[in-house]
């Protein structure tokens, strides 16, 4: 297993080709130099990392998908719920201990278990595993049944030029409806009505690529049914969203900001097209502007912030970092605010005192990536090069290695190979949502990391892709793609058959 502790492989000059350096002369331009390595780091680091020619074999320590931390384990329906490699047995004691917390299934209040109580009042879900099964990717209702790892995010647009500068300043994401808050929760505890139930309806839209074949899209449109606290606000936008796989968090939280800024071009200054732009967010705890790096919009700049904003608005558990124990209640509803909350005041202002929040960011932050496979086999190796060459890594950028200086040592000094650039691109009229959240316009989303995508059915059962799940296959999610995207969606249309099923095989490696 590759740590980059150890010495890298050695790389030829000749490994730089001239479009690969100009990459990385133009990527070392557009930011500042990373101040955790020494510049006999940095030419390592830049030279393992660089854009590859060679598609006959695989690269070296390609395999390794997260570095040394890469899980060997079977890939089977557990492999999106293993420890880090590299983990101690002593810290494995905090990840178990996480992913206990993380499966608790909360229950109202007032309630004989008192470690357990204060689930919502209202709320989407009883626990973080409903959501991310075997920590894996939601997927939207099928017809009959209640969202269960689906939600929808309500939010309006600043309507005042205070409202522009608070979100400027980084103050707010956005605003939230005013009778139903942030997010439509469609479960309540007894005694109180859920606000509304998501209702989708699918148009189909068919696509056809070369040599013939035709794939049907579904083109999903969100309303609101039996809403029971009024109407929403007219100027309110509804955002679909599933939950994400928790993979390798803490390694995407170690990427040294520089990197990241290094591929951002929102001008789009070399004209390629593709002007990804950075988000920058304030930290929950700190009050810092940091890179977002985490969300379907990069809303949140560390695992913590992320799964905080979870317990509230999903669960309706408050923590350290989001104190309200009425989650996403609005002073509208009155009945809910009104309910019994689970803080016990010899534990603590909150209901999910000190370490809960401690321990469930620690599972997230190290769930191990699974390591890749059929890394040499001749078909993924053409998918490889088409992948390469229809334009997908002007995104979904291939590798980084982490700091050498991150805040846990597991994390540091990785190289991984995550397959996104972490910043927003416009990704056209198709995908828009409409929903302005903090720097991400309603036509932008971060590019979603691409590790262990290749493993989602065997892990949930199923293939839905996409911040809202209408991708019912890779296929559908890449014809999709626009805006920025778009000509690399024309180029994966416009192959034969076998070369889109070579490309596909790449994917269901990673």
């Known amino acids: 297993m590759l740590s980059m502790k150890l010495p890298l492989p050695s790389i030829s000059t000749s490994f730089f080709f001239a479009g690969a350096a100009c990459l990385v002369a133009s990527m070392t331009l557009a930011a500042p130099l990373r101040d955790d390595l020494t510049e006999k780091d940095r030419s390592r680091v830049q030279a393992v990392t660089a854009p590859t020619t060679d598609f006959t074999r695989p690269e070296p320590f390609e395999a390794m998908s997260a570095g040394a931390t890469t899980s060997t384990n079977k890939a089977d329906s557990g492999a999106f719920s293993h420890p880090f490699a590299t983990m101690s047995l002593e ?49 939207p209702p099928l017809a009959g049944e209640d969202a269960v790892s689906m939600f929808l995010r309500l939010a309006r647009p600043a309507r005042n030029e205070a409202e522009r500068a608070a979100i400027a300043r980084h103050e707010v994401l956005n605003f939230p409806d005013e009778t139903y808050g942030r997010q439509l929760q469609n479960l309540a505890i007894p005694g109180l009505s859920a606000e509304g139930k998501p209702d989708i309806t699918y148009t189909e839209k068919p696509v056809r690529l070369a040599e013939g074949e035709v794939v049907i899209l579904h083109k999903p449109a969100y309303a609101v049914a039996n809403l029971q606290y009024g109407p929403l606000g007219t100027d309110t936008t509804l955002s679909a969203r599933i939950a994400m796989p928790t993979l390798g968090l803490g390694l995407i939280e ?38 977002g790096r985490f969300g379907w919009k990069a809303q949140n700049a560390s695992v913590r912030d992320q799964s905080a904003s979870a317990f509230s608005h999903d669960i ?49 932050e190290n769930l191990a990536v699974p390591q890749r496979r059929d890394v040499g086999d001749p078909t993924v190796l053409q998918g490889k090069q088409l992948f390469y060459t229809s334009g997908c890594t002007a995104c979904h950028t291939p590798k980084f290695v982490t700091r050498r200086d991150a805040a846990d040592p597991m994390h ?22 409409d929903q302005q959240v903090g720097e991400a316009s309603g036509r932008e989303w971060r590019t979603q990391p691409l590790w262990g995508i290749g493993l989602t059915q065997r892990v949930n059962g199923n293939g839905f892709y996409l911040h809202d799940g209408r991708a019912r296959s890779l296929t559908e999610a890449i014809l999709w793609h626009g805006g920025e995207a778009q000509k690399t969606r024309d180029a994966f249309a416009a192959l034969q058959k076998s070369d889109r099923q070579a490309l596909l095989a790449f994917l269901e490696s990673l």
């Open 91 to 139: 810290r494995k004691q905090d990840f178990k201990l996480g992913n206990a917390l993380f499966q608790k299934l909360w229950v109202s209040s007032p309630s004989s278990t008192q470690a357990s109580d204060g689930l919502g009042p209202l709320y989407n879900a009883r626990s973080c595993q409903t959501c991310h099964v075997k920590d894996g990717r939601g997927r």
């Open 254 to 291: 170690a990427i040294a900001e520089a990197d990241i800024l290094a591929g951002a071009d929102p001008e789009d200054k070399n004209g390629d097209g593709i002007s990804g732009r950075p988000a920058f967010v304030r930290d929950h705890r700190t009050g810092e502007v940091k890179l």
């Open 412 to 433: 540091s000094f990785q190289l991984i190979w995550p397959y996104s650039d972490f910043l927003l691109h416009d990704m056209g009229d198709e995908l828009a949502d």
């Open 316 to 364: 309706g558990i408050s923590t350290p970092d989001a104190p309200n124990a009425y989650g996403d209640c609005t002073a509208d509803q009155k009945d809910c605010l009104a309910m019994p909350t689970g803080v016990q005041p010899r534990l603590g202002p909150v209901e999910a005192p000190d370490p809960i929040l401690d321990l469930v960011t620690f599972y997230t």
